[in-house]
């Protein structure tokens, strides 16, 4: 096990405090969105107290550090931690299973679009399923609501049938979003979008239900931060949810969503591949999102399980991950999750002690990290304070 150091990102959307502040360093008024750790090509990790080396390069040249993960992913590490901190939306998008990613990445090679054209959509042949863990109150809109819903909300603002006349006769009793109604949202010429200024003015009745009211927050609240962006439209079919500390959101591949604000700790498959329908001033890939999207996924919001004192997992289906919120009291835990699989840790809070089987020590404060190796022997965690865990899904580790 060793310490190592993560890359901060800086992007419009992040806010000022919020990351600094778990990293210990003295905010400078800069957006600070993401902090990532891992071995991704474009901000690798990197090792020791002098960082001499980068994680990705150390995998390279130790693959055995990966254990039965190699295996199937060779020495690519296939999990990419962040700490990720919103203060205003990021883009509508979704992510490409492996086997669309792998024939997207494929047919963009073979076409000779660089993988740095900000028009390329598949920047490698991975998916990029992924699920975030709320450290404060997160909010997010993830898969579509109900038109049925929709219909109701819309009945209190008086717009029912403008939406009607707008998207077709029978559009409250469609089962679902679907391409062709998606489609018709997102483009940025229909006449549909004056309804979203129809809804942000209107004035709130006594009587309004409280997803009138959430509905009329989520078209103000976008469409100050992207005025006359298709996406503020689409935003509105789609659900909105509320995360608590402590909670997570998984989000597999297919399924449309888009942060809206909030601090979380995010894992995802080790990709860059993000397929955007709006919110955004990146490249819109309208098209492939539609062959992409599965219009029928709801939200899958997690609580955590308790699996031993301290140790909460978030189980998902993914294969290229696995996540665990430790909180460590005076009892300490006995074993960290996940022996004999490779381990990022970040601490979020308080100060740690990492003790292995043969003694070996590494303390970790606040804001610190450490890569543990598959190899390593099993590690017991003192100190009082919160981790976050991360190595492959269960699958790799064959329990």
Known sequence: MQQIHGTVMNYPWGTPDAIPAILGTEPDGTPVAEYWLGAHPLAPSTVGADGAESLDA???????QLGKSAIVYGSRLPFLMKI???ASALSIQTHPSRQRAQRGYAREESLGIPRNDPERVYKDDWPKPEIMVALSEMQALVGF???GE???????FGLRHSFEDAFGAGLFARPAVDADLLRSVMDDEHPAHELVEAIQQAVPEPGWSDAARELQGTA???????????????ALFMNRVTLRPGEALYVPDGVIHAHLRGTGIEVMANSDNVIRGGLT???????????VLDFEAEPEIIAGTEVAHGVVDYPSACPEFD?????????????LPAHGAPRIILVTGGSLLLTDADGVRLPLDQGCSAFISAQDARIQVTGEGQAFVATPGDVLRGE
């Not at 929709?150 to 209190?156: F, H, Q």
């Not at 103000?220 to 689409?234: I, M, S």
Request: proline share 7%; hydrophobic share 40%; net charge negative.
């Open 58 to 64: 150390l995998l390279e040249r130790e693959p055995r």
């Open 84 to 86: 990720l901190s919103a």
């Open 145 to 147: 609501r109900p038109l």
């Open 150 to 156: 929709l219909g109701r909300v819309l009945d209190e």
């Open 220 to 234: 103000r609240e976008l469409q100050a931060q992207f005025p006359g962006d298709p996406g503020v439209l689409a």
């Open 281 to 291: 001033g990146k490249h819109v890939a309208v098209d492939e999102l539609m062959r």
């Open 323 to 335: 996540v665990w919120r430790l909180e460590v009291d005076a009892r300490g835990i006995d074993e």
